[in-house]
């Protein structure tokens, strides 16, 4: 579930006078729509004595012949509503343009080369590059050959300690299901078949003989996207061996757990496996391979709270957890007897939320102090050597490196900072430009503003507001409010282009920090889970109350957007309070709260939602806010178009579907209601660039069109 999808923005220029001038001569015409006919079907299922229809339940069969003819009639209705739009061809054409420079990712070293990823404007995939010292950079992968239609991606990289071998995964379509190619670093030679059928899975080397990757069994019921998949395993794989060879380390029948990831330490001698059930909280294990056949020993036996390994030197362990610390903290202990009675603090907790990392046999203590980066680098004896001066207020991210390397990178962003590589010094605590954005873009034209509002329930929630210097506050501006407010993820600032069309068009970008998310730590994400969601909702819709009462919008220029739990927020507040917002953009959500557990890995989202099955009043809650139920026959819902797409297995589309097709039935005002299908797509990472760039252009013209607002 947790995504590594952020939405952030951009900026460019043009105040409301000229949308003024625009919407005179640009009067919105109601387009006439006729929605596909939806056929309706006899269910009904009993939860604790109440009967719940289920009328759409023939769309979660993505394999059926009437689904496939439903995607399709639906999609075509969307484009045709689309194609009117007289601005949507000009609005492509800008990000298209905006979208074309230089980008490049923070370099890691492996062996004797650096490699980064780059992409040269408009490539659907970044390429992976390498390039000795004094060499010059040639390509090692381009994704863009793996396919022709440039759908499949890659997904993850992992080299043995001497960078002599390589294993990397392709995703098809957007897929969370992978494939393993492993070969010699040097020539680029296959070693062995590829392995297949691999999921939620990072790739842990053992010197040059193997590796460990997790996986699930292939659903034995519905198909491989929309299938449940319950027992994670973890598997080694000896080189040059056939997988059906693989031997079981951990999981399986013995020790069913639903999630299991595994690392080594970086001198190879600890393998650490983490293991869980849900979102939150994992049992943590260690295996010394310096000593043959040791044993799999236990170092925290629940699931309560969150724990990983962090480092090690010799049998010393370095642990990041937040047991008796919301917040975080970090403890080293013996491998001899490692269990939390034994743990010391290096790193105390405190009043802010801990992301540690390690470079250089440095620790990196990230902290997010009210939704922003503040990093300090310690020594391994706990003592606090450097504060890392960053250029501003925004979000810093990296700070990772092996221990031989002096210099790390990092990368700072915010929303009116486009994304810099920047390279550090651990000896020294001075960074430098590595890589700046070629992008044709002036932060001093813009301001973000952070504020805080007070909730339903007398909570302060924070939030930060980006626009153009020099707004009008007259309640005219067109407004997006994102949100996400789930699973301990934290909305913290980033820059991006995909907000640009909004933001030069005189238009507000503001992302509240919800209850739910990771901004204060545990008790903030605790306080917008199961019984208490609706506090996440009470927050996102008080978000929007502050902007119309402040004037930067009103409730006919304001938007709600979010993707995935966030798709989810917006289905409940567009449910709840209609008449707040005039466009919603609901994607890739979980719209039946009552049956999201049913499919793929949905059951381990039950920590953050609880389940219909746990009991009458977790039913009655989730059955009174889930988007599909909520929605009431003859409300008048805001213009909304619902994006999901065809290999969207972390989320599975029929949400979107049964969602889109009970909206188009119950919408009792004139607002259009359409769903978007992308195909060869998935839940958002490694989708091309040209995909990205028309769903984007879709959404804005969706937008501008809805309000009744020209686009320059």
């Not at 994704?143 to 990397?168: E, H, R």
């Not at 099955?613 to 806010?625: A, G, I, P, T, V």
Request: avoid cysteine; hydrophobic fraction near 35%.
């Amino acid at each position: 579930m947790k995504t590594t999808f952020k939405n952030s923005l951009i900026a460019l220029v043009i105040m409301f006078p000229i949308f003024a001038q625009a919407q005179k001569n640009n009067t919105l015409q109601k387009m006439a729509i006729t929605y596909p006919e939806t056929k309706k079907e006899n269910i009904k299922d009993t939860y604790f004595g109440t009967v719940v229809e289920d009328p759409y339940r023939w769309l979660e069969d993505d394999r059926a012949e009437d689904t496939k003819a439903w995607v399709k009639a639906e999609n075509a209705v969307t484009q045709k509503y689309l194609a009117q739009i007289p601005y949507r061809k000009a609005i492509k054409e800008r990000l298209t343009k905006l979208m074309n420079y230089e980008k490049y990712s923070q370099p890691f070293k492996e062996g004797d080369f650096t490699y980064f990823y780059k992409n040269t404007g408009l490539q659907n995939q970044s390429l992976l590059y390498r390039q000795k010292e004094g060499g010059e950079p040639e390509v090692f992968l381009d994704p863009n050959t793996f396919s022709k239609d440039a759908t499949t991606s890659l997904a993850d990289i992992s080299f043995s300690k001497d960078g002599s071998l390589v294993a990397y995964q392709l995703s098809a379509g957007g897929s969370d299901w992978t494939s393993v190619v492993v070969m010699h670093a040097a020539d680029k030679s296959i070693i062995g078949d590829t392995l297949i059928d691999v999921k939620f899975s990072g790739i842990a080397w053992q010197g040059n003989t193997g590796f460990y990757y997790s996986s699930y069994d292939k659903p034995k019921e519905g198909s491989q996207l929309s299938g449940l998949t319950e027992q994670h395993k973890l598997f080694f794989h000896k080189l040059g061996t056939p997988q059906k060879d693989d031997q079981l380390v951990f999981g399986g029948a013995k020790t069913p757990r639903r999630y299991i990831g595994a690392g080594l330490t970086e001198d190879e001698r600890y393998l650490i496996i983490s293991a869980a059930n849900s979102t939150s909280g994992n049992e943590l294990y260690i295996k010394d391979l310096s000593v043959a056949n040791s044993a799999i020993i236990p170092v925290v036996d629940n699931f309560e709270q969150n724990h990983s390994v962090i480092d090690n030197i010799g049998s010393k362990l370095y642990i990041y957890t937040n047991l008796d610390a919301p917040n975080g903290r970090i403890v080293t202990v013996d491998a001899a007897d490692p269990k939390p009675a034994n743990w010391k603090d290096l790193i105390k907790e405190t009043e802010n939320v801990l992301s540690p990392s390690t470079g250089g046999g440095k620790l990196f203590a990230n902290y997010i102090k009210d939704a922003v980066s503040m990093v300090l680098q310690y020594g391994m004896d706990g003592k606090l050597e450097h504060e890392i001066k960053l250029p501003g207020i925004g979000t810093a991210v990296g700070f990772g490196s092996k221990k031989k390397e002096l210099e790390l990178f990092y990368t700072f962003t915010s929303y009116v900072y486009p994304t810099t590589i920047f390279k550090y010094s651990v000896t020294t605590g001075q960074s430098e430009v590595y890589k700046k954005p070629g992008i044709d873009f002036d932060p001093s034209k813009y301001e973000s503003k952070q504020i805080f509002y007070t909730s339903k329930d007398g909570t302060k929630v924070p939030m930060i507001i980006t626009y153009k210097k020099g707004l009008v506050l007259n309640g005219k501006n067109p407004t997006v409010l994102y949100g996400y407010g789930g699973f301990n993820i934290s909305l913290t600032p980033a820059f991006s282009t995909s907000i640009v069309v909004l933001l030069e068009q005189g238009g507000v970008y503001a992302v509240p920090n919800l209850r739910g998310g990771g901004e204060y730590g545990e008790k903030w994400h605790l306080a917008g889970t199961k019984l208490q969601k609706q506090n996440v909702f009470d927050d996102f819709i008080a978000a929007a109350e502050y902007l119309i009462s402040t004037k930067y919008t009103s409730k006919d220029y304001l938007a709600i957007m979010g993707g995935s739990n966030g798709g989810l927020l917006v289905g409940a507040t567009m449910a709840q309070r209609p008449e707040l917002f005039k466009v919603a953009f609901p994607a890739v959500g979980v719209m039946d709260m009552l049956r999201y557990h049913k499919f793929t890995a949905g059951a381990g989202w039950s920590y953050d939602y609880g389940t219909s099955e746990d009991s009458k009043e977790m039913f009655e809650y989730l059955h009174k806010y889930s988007p599909v139920h909520a929605l009431k026959a003859g409300g008048k819902y805001p213009a909304t178009l619902v994006t999901t797409a065809d290999h969207d297995d972390r989320v599975v589309p029929a949400h979107s579907f049964k969602f889109a097709a009970t909206l188009q039935e119950r919408q009792g005002g004139d607002a259009p209601v359409l769903i978007s299908i992308q195909t060869n797509a998935g839940h958002g990472a490694g989708k091309p660039t040209d995909k990205a760039i028309e769903e984007i252009a879709d959404k804005w013209a969706f937008l501008f069109y809805n309000m009744g607002l020209g686009y320059r």
